[in-house]
């Protein structure tokens, strides 16, 4: 009963994370600001499947089992009440639902902070049941790899070694919302560095480098923990050591680094640097799995376009780290993040998970699968540059090419390839329910 409680509810998180996403890029198409668009494609698209799989991969992956199988359902309403919060919290005047929060009789102020509360009581419950779980662990050096895959202990090490820093990012990252929500003053490290000359260094960042302290920090390290050991497996291979102790030391300090000097100077850079180095290494593990894998799988394709994706995310973001912030390349750059790097990766492994092959709904197979991807591949990418062009103006007095039609037309068609997605994943759902 108790494996069955898990396995419903890391299935149920992961189900709530495909809506998040079709929620996502709805919100994008219908001009919904960053801020508010950011809450539904991180917190609930991104976080709800890395919580979903999380409770269901880390203990096995520790050599240990859940402590409090009841954990991932117990903490799902937290999860989805922090979500809906903060996207009307956050939500700026020429939002499409902006002032839909009378209906619950509270200020957006109020939703904010009762979003922030309920997603780090969220947070709270996941940290400590993995902690709990692996609390004799917590190096990961057990970690339950079969004599058959010897040779991947050492990849396997270094993989868990990062996780207990995706609980610090977590955690700490789920502590700003809160901050901002209840206006929590600057604190005494703040007063010491100010006068220093180094005033935007702060361990309480907003907007932006509080996002990156989750999404670089606890997202992407997560990504590299579980898909170092996952994609191996699947994939039938052993990654290059060297590549991957690469990505995990690069990536480790990075997000530390971003939001303690978001566009602040050198350190800002420097971290920007690490992430691009980390993320290029990552990408490098599994394309080269890939290309030598013997197995064709529909999800393969997405991990892979993801991986690409993660490369572009990088190379914008550095260039902005070393020449300065750009509106249009850095909402190409958030876009690109959630979408096209974290959630082409996501498409692609639950599909693993969850093969479109054995669904028996309509339209239910890897040919769509196929489409689904592709889809979202090239919607992205046609987003992405309308977006920078939009920002430059470098296609005034060319007709045949509106840069504000291109970005709709991408947001249109992930739109449609985030509802494919849905119907072929949640049908699956359903028929093994």
Same mark, same amino acid.
Request: aromatic share 10%; no cysteine; hydrophobic share 55%.
């Given at each position: 009963? /108790?494996?069955?409680?898990?396995?419903?509810? /890391?299935?149920?998180?992961?189900?709530?994370?495909?809506? *998040?996403?079709?929620?996502?890029?709805?919100?994008?198409?219908?001009?919904?600001?960053?801020?508010?668009?950011?809450?539904?494609?991180?917190?609930?698209?991104?976080?709800?499947?890395?919580?979903?799989?999380?409770?269901?991969?880390?203990?096995?992956?520790?050599?240990?089992?859940?402590?409090?199988?009841?954990?991932?359902?117990?903490?799902?309403?937290?999860?989805?009440?922090?979500?809906?919060?903060?996207?009307? +919290?956050?939500?700026?005047?020429?939002?499409?639902?902006?002032?839909?929060?009378?209906?619950?009789?509270?200020?957006?102020?109020?939703?904010?902070?009762?979003?922030?509360?309920? *997603?780090?009581?969220?947070?709270?419950?996941?940290?400590?049941?993995?902690? *709990?779980?692996?609390?004799?662990?917590?190096?990961?050096?057990?970690?339950?790899?079969?004599?058959?895959?010897?040779?991947?202990?050492?990849?396997?090490?270094?993989?868990?070694?990062?996780?207990?820093?995706?609980?610090?990012?977590?955690?700490?990252?789920?502590?700003?919302?809160?901050?901002?929500?209840?206006?929590?003053?600057?604190?005494?490290?703040?007063?010491?560095?100010?006068?220093?000359?180094?005033? /935007?260094?702060?361990?309480?960042?907003? +907007?932006?480098?509080?996002?990156?302290?989750?999404?670089?920090?606890?997202?992407?390290?997560?990504?590299?923990?579980?898909?170092?050991?996952?994609?191996?497996?699947?994939?039938?291979?052993?990654?290059?050591?060297?590549?991957?102790?690469?990505?995990?030391?690069?990536?480790?300090?990075?997000?530390?680094?971003?939001?303690?000097?978001?566009?602040?100077?050198?350190?800002?850079?420097?971290?920007?640097?690490?992430?691009?180095?980390?993320?290029?290494?990552?990408?490098?593990?599994?394309?080269?799995?890939?290309?030598?894998?013997?197995?064709?799988?529909?999800?393969?394709? +997405?991990?892979?376009?993801?991986?690409?994706?993660?490369?572009?995310?990088?190379?914008?973001?550095?260039?902005?780290?070393?020449?300065?912030?750009?509106?249009?390349?850095?909402?190409?750059?958030?876009?690109?993040?959630?979408?096209?790097?974290?959630?082409?990766?996501?498409?692609?492994?639950?599909?693993?998970?969850?093969?479109?092959?054995?669904?028996?709904?309509?339209?239910?197979?890897?040919?769509?699968?196929?489409?689904?991807?592709?889809?979202?591949?090239?919607?992205?990418?046609?987003?992405?540059?309308?977006?920078?062009?939009?920002?430059?103006?470098?296609?005034?007095?060319?007709?045949?090419?509106?840069?504000?039609?291109?970005?709709?037309?991408? /947001?249109?068609?992930?739109?449609?390839?985030?509802?494919?997605?849905? *119907?072929?994943?949640?049908?699956?759902?359903?028929?093994?329910?």
């Amino acid at each position: 009963m /108790s494996a069955t409680a898990a396995t419903r509810g /890391s299935r149920a998180f992961v189900a709530a994370g495909v809506v *998040w996403f079709v929620a996502f890029n709805a919100a994008v198409l219908a001009g919904a600001s960053r801020s508010a668009a950011v809450v539904t494609g991180l917190y609930g698209f991104v976080f709800s499947v890395v919580f979903g799989k999380a409770y269901a991969l880390v203990p096995s992956y520790f050599d240990r089992e859940l402590a409090l199988p009841s954990a991932p359902l117990a903490h799902l309403p937290f999860a989805t009440v922090g979500v809906l919060g903060l996207f009307f +919290g956050r939500l700026g005047p020429g939002d499409p639902l902006v002032g839909r929060s009378e209906a619950v009789g509270l200020s957006a102020d109020g939703l904010l902070t009762v979003g922030a509360l309920a *997603w780090l009581a969220g947070v709270l419950v996941f940290v400590g049941t993995l902690a *709990w779980t692996v609390r004799d662990n917590l190096t990961g050096s057990e970690t339950g790899t079969s004599e058959a895959n010897a040779e991947r202990r050492r990849v396997d090490r270094a993989a868990n070694a990062v996780v207990p820093l995706v609980g610090f990012y977590l955690v700490w990252g789920s502590l700003l919302p809160v901050a901002e929500a209840l206006d929590v003053r600057p604190s005494p490290i703040d007063v010491v560095l100010g006068p220093l000359g180094a005033a /935007s260094l702060s361990p309480m960042p907003t +907007g932006p480098a509080a996002t990156h302290v989750l999404a670089a920090g606890a997202a992407v390290l997560m990504l590299f923990g579980v898909g170092f050991r996952l994609l191996p497996r699947f994939l039938v291979g052993t990654p290059r050591f060297s590549l991957v102790a690469t990505a995990l030391a690069a990536g480790a300090p990075a997000p530390f680094l971003l939001a303690f000097d978001f566009y602040g100077g050198p350190a800002f850079a420097l971290g920007a640097t690490l992430l691009a180095v980390a993320v290029v290494a990552y990408a490098l593990v599994v394309l080269e799995l890939i290309a030598n894998s013997d197995r064709r799988r529909v999800g393969f394709t +997405g991990v892979g376009a993801g991986a690409l994706f993660g490369v572009v995310v990088v190379a914008l973001g550095w260039g902005m780290g070393v020449h300065g912030l750009d509106p249009g390349l850095a909402t190409a750059h958030y876009r690109l993040a959630l979408g096209g790097f974290l959630g082409l990766t996501i498409v692609g492994v639950t599909y693993q998970f969850y093969p479109p092959a054995i669904g028996e709904a309509p339209g239910v197979g890897d040919r769509n699968a196929l489409l689904v991807i592709v889809g979202l591949a090239v919607g992205f990418a046609i987003e992405a540059v309308g977006v920078g062009l939009e920002a430059t103006a470098a296609l005034d007095g060319i007709v045949a090419l509106d840069p504000a039609a291109l970005t709709a037309t991408g /947001s249109a068609i992930v739109f449609a390839a985030s509802l494919g997605y849905a *119907w072929i994943l949640l049908s699956i759902f359903e028929q093994r329910r």
